[in-house]
């Protein structure tokens, strides 16, 4: 029982780099979010979808891109890094029928040098 | 000024304790309300929900108060296994997104 997967764990990325984070959850679930968690602010929506081939904006997007290309799958990206993007990084997905329960992933550690 | 917030501690207290947080939310249209634990270094898991009348789960209860825009967990008979950090979470009324909003956590160590 996955529930919602996130890769990798762990990166440690140069100034400049890019990368891409993937979540896959095996629930079903039309919502996915990204959050990012840093000391002293909680976690932030970064971007959301809200079911395949739609994404929008949450509070701190800027420096990300998303995708939502098939279901089961939320691809978050940072096409340039900055030290300001460390940070760890949090996927989740929720039913979309009213207020319930989000599932997270056990998150990515991410460290920009 | 924040929507959601938090007291963050630490909030140190024996076993057996009873310890309550608060957690405050600006949004007055805010519908739907939760308490999450999270663990050091894991990721947040649902703990309760929080109804208009309140709920109990064995040692946990959590209340609202729509009128102060509060939302309260009470933890009684803490065990270690209490210590986390307890994040209030809120669902705007009619968030097509079911996008949820984060307090920044209280920090709870429960201590022999």
């Known amino acids: 029982n996955a529930g919602v997967t996130q890769t990798p764990k762990f990166r440690v990325l140069k100034t400049g780099q890019s990368m891409t984070l993937l979540c896959a959850q095996d629930?079903?679930?039309?919502?996915m979010y990204w959050y990012r968690q840093d000391p002293g602010m909680g976690l932030r929506l970064i971007h959301y979808s809200v079911g395949e081939g739609t994404t929008a904006k949450g509070e701190v997007p800027d420096g990300y891109n998303v995708s939502r290309l098939k279901k089961q799958n939320f691809l978050l990206g940072l096409e340039s890094a900055a030290p300001s993007q460390t940070s760890v990084y949090f996927c989740?997905?929720?039913?979309?029928?009213?207020?319930?329960?989000?599932?997270f992933g056990q998150g990515t550690r991410l460290t920009v040098v | 000024r924040k929507e959601v917030e938090q007291d963050p501690g630490p909030f140190n207290v024996p076993e057996g304790a009873t310890v309550a947080f608060n957690c405050t939310y600006s949004n007055s249209a805010s519908q739907s309300f939760f308490w999450y634990r999270q663990d050091c270094r894991k990721e947040p898991k649902l703990l309760m929900s929080v109804y208009s009348s309140g709920n109990e789960d064995g040692r946990f209860t959590a209340q609202l108060n729509r009128a102060s825009q509060y939302i309260s967990l009470l933890i009684r008979d803490s065990k270690l296994s209490d210590s986390a950090t307890y994040l209030c979470?809120?669902?705007?009324?009619?968030?097509?997104?079911?996008?949820?909003?984060f307090g920044g956590g209280t920090r709870l160590m429960v201590k022999p």
């Open positions: 629930m079903n679930h039309e919502y």
């Open positions: 979470v809120v669902i705007p009324y009619n968030n097509a997104g079911n996008m949820l909003t």
């Open positions: 989740a997905s929720s039913y979309s029928q009213g207020p319930t329960e989000a599932f």
